[in-house]
């Protein structure tokens, strides 16, 4: 079975700042990895992925990751917080395609950016 | 549109009557995906589909939830004799063959009351 650890519920960053958002997962195969995004009153959108490639993994808006096998981590950065980032952030793991792609999901961490 | 989309977006329902949720996902997408996602919660496996079959209904948490994709196409999520434990936001996500990656539609926030 795979699970997926965010650490705290909320993080609070000042503008400009460096973003350091936690996720540990565990699953019994070679994980696919996703950072997930989330809007007030909208749905999930696709920050960034690891699929095997290269362990360092740049997304939208100035995101990356970084998958340390060792760590069982992928943890999200992003160099210097913009207001337009405060959001939910989830992490998911998946252990395949076909019927075994579902996702499972972190219980998430709300960013808040202070100007 | 481009995107997956969902309706209603919102739907409060009284206890006890039956509710059907619709996903248009992307166009061409094979794979289909429901979610559950309760209040400050991280979304929660519901139920796959491949084109029209329905290969995982593993996460459907009572036989009063029901899926179905008749043409491989738009999908509905169906839930009879609602609870209040049934509110929350349901979510569809589809994939394309051969990629991992699943996108999702905006929700349907459904209120039981």
């Known amino acids: 079975a795979q699970s997926v650890t965010q650490l705290g519920s909320h993080v609070s960053v000042s503008e400009g700042a460096l973003v350091l958002l936690r996720c540990n997962y565990s699953?019994?195969?070679?994980?696919?990895l996703f950072w997930y995004v989330q809007y007030p009153n909208q749905g999930l959108q696709l920050l960034l992925k690891?699929?095997?490639?290269?362990?360092l993994v740049k997304g939208i808006n100035g995101f990356e990751a970084e998958f340390k096998k060792s760590e069982t981590s992928f943890h999200l950065t992003k160099p210097s917080a913009h207001m337009s980032d405060a959001a939910e952030y989830f992490c998911?793991?998946?252990?395949?395609?076909?019927?075994?792609?579902?996702?499972?999901f972190g219980k998430g961490i709300t960013l808040s950016v202070r100007p | 549109g481009a995107g997956v989309s969902q309706s209603p977006r919102y739907k409060v329902a009284k206890r006890g009557q039956d509710v059907a949720l619709r996903c248009d996902p992307i166009?061409?997408?094979?794979?289909l995906f429901w979610y559950q996602q309760a209040l400050g919660q991280g979304p929660e496996f519901l139920t796959y589909?491949?084109?029209?079959?329905?290969?995982?209904k593993s996460g459907l948490p009572s036989d009063r939830f029901f899926a179905e994709r008749p043409e491989g196409s738009v999908s509905t999520l169906k839930i009879q004799r609602t609870q209040q434990e049934d509110s929350a936001v349901y979510l569809c996500?589809?994939?394309?063959?051969?990629?991992?990656?699943?996108?999702f539609g905006p929700g349907t926030r459904l209120t039981v009351t």
């Open positions: 996500a589809s994939r394309a063959t051969g990629t991992h990656e699943q996108y």
């Open positions: 166009s061409g997408h094979v794979s």
């Open positions: 998911a793991v998946s252990d395949g395609a076909g019927a075994n792609s579902k996702l499972t």
């Open positions: 690891y699929t095997s490639a290269a362990t």
């Open positions: 699953s019994s195969v070679p994980p696919y």
């Open positions: 589909f491949q084109n029209e079959a329905q290969l995982d």
